[in-house]
């Protein structure tokens, strides 16, 4: 496969992880290019490996967490929002996911990453310690304290809210 047909096929999976890893589209969109570039240069020996495509998932992990350890990244860019009539009342959905997504954001790094792999790119936890360059039962002990924290924080956000009314 030429890097151009690996480009073409993958982008847009790459940026949609990118944008769950980041929380930002713009930002995602650069993420991405970054590191279609750097596997350009390299395109030649991540092609000869036997999963090119876990290969530039781990480069763009790798990235983003460069990326957060740079001070000048975390600005924080706000899109337009446009409003639209619709049908259906979608609303409360829009709520809940954007709340469970915030209380995602909160969590730390590898557990926030863990997450994304797992439960957004639908990932096995072989395949996300390969890209982790860690060991299965550290992707399991990250995912089992990322979701216990969900659950607290979710609990904690639900008796806050009853206590509002």
Same mark, same amino acid.
């Given at each position: 496969?030429t890097?151009? +047909? ?5 982008t847009?999976?790459?940026?949609r992880?990118?944008?769950?890893l @980041?929380?930002?589209?713009?930002r995602? +969109?650069d993420?991405?290019?970054?590191v279609?570039?750097?596997?350009y240069?390299r395109w030649?020996r991540?092609s000869? /490996? ?5 290969y ?5 992990v790798? @990235?983003?967490?460069s990326?957060?350890?740079? &001070?000048?990244s975390?600005e924080?860019? *706000?899109?337009? *929002? ?5 049908? *259906?009342?979608?609303?409360?959905g829009?709520a ?5 997504w915030?209380? *995602? ?6 557990? &926030? @990453?863990?997450? $994304?792999?797992?439960?957004? +790119?639908?990932?096995?936890? /072989? ?10 039962? @550290?992707v399991? /002990?990250?995912?089992?304290r ?6 607290q924080?979710? $609990?904690?956000?639900t008796h806050?809210?009853?206590? +509002?009314?």
């Amino acid at each position: 496969m030429t890097f151009e +047909e690996y480009a073409f096929a993958r982008t847009s999976a790459l940026v949609r992880l990118a944008r769950l890893l @980041t929380g930002d589209e713009h930002r995602a +969109e650069d993420l991405v290019q970054d590191v279609l570039a750097r596997a350009y240069a390299r395109w030649g020996r991540i092609s000869r /490996t036997d999963r090119p495509d876990a290969y530039v998932r781990r480069m763009l992990v790798n @990235t983003h967490n460069s990326w957060w350890r740079r &001070r000048s990244s975390r600005e924080i860019s *706000v899109a337009a *929002v446009l409003d639209r009539a619709g049908d *259906v009342d979608e609303a409360a959905g829009v709520a809940e996911r954007d709340a469970l997504w915030r209380l *995602v954001c909160e969590l730390p790094a590898r557990q &926030r @990453t863990v997450i $994304v792999l797992r439960y957004y +790119e639908d990932l096995d936890d /072989t395949s996300i310690a390969e890209i982790l360059d860690c060991s299965a039962g @550290t992707v399991r /002990t990250h995912a089992k304290r990322a979701l216990a924290a969900l659950r607290q924080r979710q $609990v904690a956000a639900t008796h806050a809210w009853a206590g +509002e009314l």
